[in-house]
């Protein structure tokens, strides 16, 4: 398995593109948000997929650094179906909320001749707090992260043999992921900043975390892979270096900070 890293940043950058992803195995793919908009075809592309290969999407939560690109999704799925061009089906799945406004969305935006394949041929799955699925042939757990901000659900993955891949959404970690995240291989947490810098960009009122913040805490989880993301850009040239160096102080298992369209083996 990989995961390709087709965004970065958080909502507001401008030097990378919004935090969004895709796993891969073999040759099913799950795309994970959906950034700001169809920038997503082009990053989707840059990265060398086939945005038809999306045959699984996961949104989490509506803020529209996450939920535009997929909007761009359907009307792509659609209008490929509507034109002979787009076999078999896709599944995007997402908590009640935002497959409601996918649903009204599309219903406002697009034609019937492409919104009459969703329900028939693309479908719009909602899944509950605890609800287990089969994703990308894998047994995927999506679980409520208890934002006060916007209601988001977060994901755990079986990667085979019991190793878990889980990502914590774009907000810090709760107590109520514990059994998710703990112990996990690979665990995806959001970093808005450097500890060292939290004075400039005021990462706690705004509900996010620091590198070192992200790294104690996956220490003491007893994650072995920590992948940061969703951060600022005003150090997005040094970034890697600037976040590895802070995080390696407090977590001692593998620490990745990837840059836009970077791809990790898992
Ligand atoms: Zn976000």
Same mark, same amino acid.
């Given at each position: 398995m990989d995961i390709t890293m087709l965004g970065t940043g #958080? %909502? !507001?950058? +401008?030097?990378c593109y919004n935090t969004c992803f895709v796993l891969r195995d073999g040759d099913r793919h799950l795309l994970v948000d959906g950034g700001g908009g169809n920038t997503l075809l082009a990053q989707l592309k840059h990265a060398e997929? /086939?945005? !038809? /290969? !999306?045959?699984e999407i996961f949104v989490t939560h509506k803020h529209v650094d996450h939920i535009m690109g997929i909007v761009w999704m359907i009307r792509m799925i659609c209008q490929h179906m509507k034109q002979g061009q787009y076999e078999g089906e896709a599944t995007i799945y997402g908590h009640e909320e935002v497959i409601r406004i996918l649903e009204e969305m599309a219903e406002m935006l697009y034609p019937k001749k492409q919104t009459c394949y969703i329900g028939d041929r693309l479908h719009l799955v909602v899944v509950e707090d605890g609800e287990e699925r089969t994703v990308m042939g894998h047994k995927t757990t999506f679980f409520d992260i208890?934002? +006060? =901000?916007a209601k988001q659900f977060g994901f755990c993955m079986d !990667? *085979? #043999? *019991?190793e878990k891949f889980t990502c914590c959404g774009d907000e810090p970690y709760n107590e109520c992921e514990k059994k998710y995240a703990e112990n996990s291989k690979w665990l995806l947490h959001e970093a808005f900043c450097l500890f060292d810098q939290a004075d400039r960009f005021h990462p706690y009122e705004k509900h996010h975390s620091t590198a070192k913040d992200a790294s104690e805490l996956a220490e003491q989880l007893g994650v072995q892979n920590l992948i940061l993301y969703h +951060?600022? /850009? =005003? #150090?997005? %040239?040094r970034r890697k270096e600037l976040y590895t160096e802070e995080g390696k102080k407090y977590f001692h298992g593998n620490l990745f900070v990837p840059e836009d369209l970077e791809r990790i083996q898992l």
């Open positions: #958080n %909502a !507001m950058v +401008t030097e997929f /086939d945005w !038809m /290969d !999306m045959r208890q934002s +006060t =901000k !990667m *085979g #043999n *019991g +951060t600022e /850009d =005003k #150090n997005i %040239a």
